[in-house]
């Protein structure tokens, strides 16, 4: 099914309202439910979940260092949008189809607060996972100005929740950001970017099986989804009237399993200004900006002289990445800006030489090493499913840093696949990238190294709390654990993996 590209405007999702606010503390209230929402003008309105009754959630902005508590509130129908693979680790049939937790992503939050894939809450919270601990989080937000999101991260169903609409934008707002003089208000705008496949009436499609089938179940999760059109902020193909003027635009991959290269059709460059984790130390002008799913990106586009112009922003990123299939002619276009209003007034903001010190973490502060693999493996079905550290979920947790220590990973790749590899609590830094010989890794337990180390791509050199690891290539990492202890996951980002095994709880200890 081909839809018109460029006909429907690009959505901004409002900001939320607090239920209260005084000097210290804020407080939300977010309910979670189901509605009917036009994703094209040419289709049927389509059922989705969302937050406050909106795809994507509304925008939640705070303050560094302001107390935010939030209730998130399930209100969503006892059955699922979507086929339910009972067979998946947290999703037999002893717990509630439909249940829900809210991760910040990137937030840097108290355990009991951070969404724990098994704290879990059904509908008026009749029915609570095993470590749910309160209704109400509490977030610190002790992070730098950055572009945060909140999703859904129930254990066994994180990949339906997500695909269903269970995203939004969470911004954290501080001094510095007002003091560089960035373009702001109206010419500050968030792209949430995901794909979806639609029936033709409309609705949401999602297979039941992968291209095998399983014969002896109904419902199978499948390897990895790519869906077939891409949604800016819930919009197929939107575009965005703009001034001739400079923006800023927070970038988001929020997709289940599909990378974003992007690339602006015009040419020109983006000036990229912060990574997951917030401000890098100088502003970069890069053709393109790879997005694996969960990873930002904050960039200055600017329309200066570029009246009546039209600009693409495009993709070529292969999906799965990156051996997958090319794009075509629906999956190559994101949205089209539109340099068609005039300028309301001149245009003061900047793009600044340089924005902030990012002390580079140093490798001789590590008090400890790990070496983690990601594995391969097929279960009794014969199907394909992921590992980290060749273990599965419930296996005993083996990740225990201690509090205000730092440690080094070898994300040791052993699949075919790129993973972009999340960590809860914390933001790291990549240290470099390195070709090795998988076999003899395989046979023989030993790391050779087949080439030099890689440093980071321009685009990756700051706070990131997401990365790429890629086939045939260890990923190393350095960070410090902290301010919090408690238990936290590490996971895959591709949502079908992380529902699959790809995912390990690890406790930071005193």
Request: overall charge negative; glycine content about 6%; aromatic content about 12%.
């Amino acid at each position: 099914m081909i839809l018109t590209k460029f006909v429907d405007e690009l959505p901004i999702p409002p900001v939320l309202k607090p239920r209260w606010t005084d000097q210290l503390h804020t407080y939300y209230e977010v309910n979670m439910t189901e509605f009917k929402q036009s994703l094209h003008s040419e289709l049927n309105d389509t059922t989705v979940w969302g937050y406050e009754g909106g795809y994507p959630g509304p925008t939640i902005e705070v303050e560094k260092g302001k107390i935010v508590f939030i209730k998130w509130i399930n209100n969503l129908p006892d059955k699922h949008l979507f086929p339910v693979d009972h067979t998946v680790h947290g999703a037999h049939m002893d717990v509630p189809e439909v249940r829900t937790v809210v991760h910040v992503h990137g937030a840097c939050v108290e355990w009991e607060s951070d969404g724990y894939p098994e704290a879990w809450f059904t509908r008026g919270f009749k029915q609570v996972g095993r470590y749910f601990r309160k209704q109400i989080y509490r977030y610190d937000n002790c992070g730098h100005d950055s572009t945060l999101w909140y999703h859904d991260h129930a254990l066994g169903i994180t990949r339906l929740n997500v695909y269903a609409g269970l995203a939004g934008f969470y911004l954290i707002r501080d001094q510095r950001a007002r003091i560089l003089n960035l373009p702001s208000g109206k010419y500050e705008i968030p792209i949430m970017i995901q794909d979806k496949t639609f029936n033709k009436d409309g609705s949401l499609y999602y297979p039941k099986q992968p291209d095998k089938p399983i014969p002896e179940l109904e419902t199978s999760i499948i390897p990895e989804f790519v869906g077939k059109t891409i949604l800016v902020n819930g919009k197929v193909h939107p575009y965005l009237e703009v001034e001739p003027r400079k923006y800023r635009f927070r970038l988001l991959n929020a997709a289940n399993t599909r990378f974003f290269r992007i690339k602006l059709g015009s040419g020109q460059l983006m000036y990229q200004i912060a990574t997951d984790g917030g401000f890098i130390q100088h502003p970069i002008g890069v053709k393109e900006i790879m997005l694996a799913p969960a990873e930002r990106a904050e960039v200055i586009i600017d329309f200066t002289n570029l009246e009546g112009k039209n600009i693409i922003m495009t993709n070529d990123a292969p999906a799965p990445f990156p051996t997958g299939d090319s794009v075509d002619e629906n999956t190559d276009t994101v949205m089209q800006f539109r340099v068609t209003h005039p300028l309301s007034n001149v245009d003061t903001s900047a793009i600044p030489a340089y924005i902030m010190h990012v002390p580079k973490i140093n490798e001789q502060s590590a008090s400890k090493i790990r070496y983690l693999t990601l594995n391969d493996n097929m279960d009794k079905y014969g199907r394909e499913f992921m590992l980290l550290d060749n273990k599965q979920w419930d296996a005993p947790i083996t990740e225990n840093p201690k509090l205000g220590s730092t440690e080094i990973w070898y994300l040791i790749n052993l699949t075919t696949d790129t993973h972009p590899i999340h960590l809860h609590l914390i933001d790291f830094q990549i240290l470099d990238r390195r070709n090795f010989d998988v076999e003899k890794f395989n046979k023989e337990k030993m790391i050779h190294y087949t080439g030099p180390a890689i440093p980071p791509e321009p685009y990756e050199r700051g706070w990131k709390d997401t990365v790429r690891v890629n086939p045939n290539q260890i990923a190393r990492i350095i960070m410090k654990f902290g301010p919090y202890t408690g238990l936290y996951v590490w996971h895959c980002h591709i949502l079908e993996h992380e529902d699959y095994e790809m995912m390990r709880p690890f406790i930071v200890i005193r």
